[in-house]
Nanobody, 125 residues
Framework: QVQLVESGGGLVQAGDSLRLSCTAS????????MGWFRHIPGKEYEFLAA????????LYGDFVKGRSTISRDNAKNTVYLVMKSLKSEDTAVYYC??????????????????WGQGTQVTVSS
């Protein structure tokens, strides 16, 4: 089992950029495809981005496509999400998640097996 801890959230201004980090512990990080999601109260979880074990494949959701970049550093057991041109509607709790080893990066929330506790991002206009 892998444990995930997100960081990098906080209060930012509209138009700013933000880098979220997710650090894993407990198992070999490079075995896991990773994803970023967010949750706004009253709404479904939204897929943001995913990356396969070696960073060779990345996927992006419509909400952030063109203004976000997912990357990973397996030596640091960390996956990152950089978001640019933040808007007030980006205000949410942001989560990273991992799929069990042997699975690929996909945009389906329910197929991620391990989740962090989330980090709040608030975008002020």
């Amino acid at each position: 089992q892998v444990q995930l801890v997100e960081s990098g959230g906080g209060l930012v201004q509209a138009g700013d950029s933000l880098r979220l980090s997710c650090t894993a512990s407990g198992r070999t990080f490079s075995n896991y495809a990773m994803g970023w999601f967010r949750h706004i109260p009253g709404k479904e979880y939204e897929f943001l981005a995913a990356i396969n074990w070696n960073g060779g494949t990345t996927l992006y959701g419509d909400f952030v496509k063109g203004r976000s970049t997912i990357s990973r550093d397996n030596a640091k057991n960390t996956v990152y999400l950089v978001m640019k041109s933040l808007k007030s509607e980006d205000t949410a709790v942001y989560y990273c998640a991992a799929r069990s080893p042997g699975h690929t990066a996909i945009p389906t929330t329910s197929l991620y097996d391990y989740w962090g506790q989330g980090t709040q991002v608030t975008v002020s206009s």
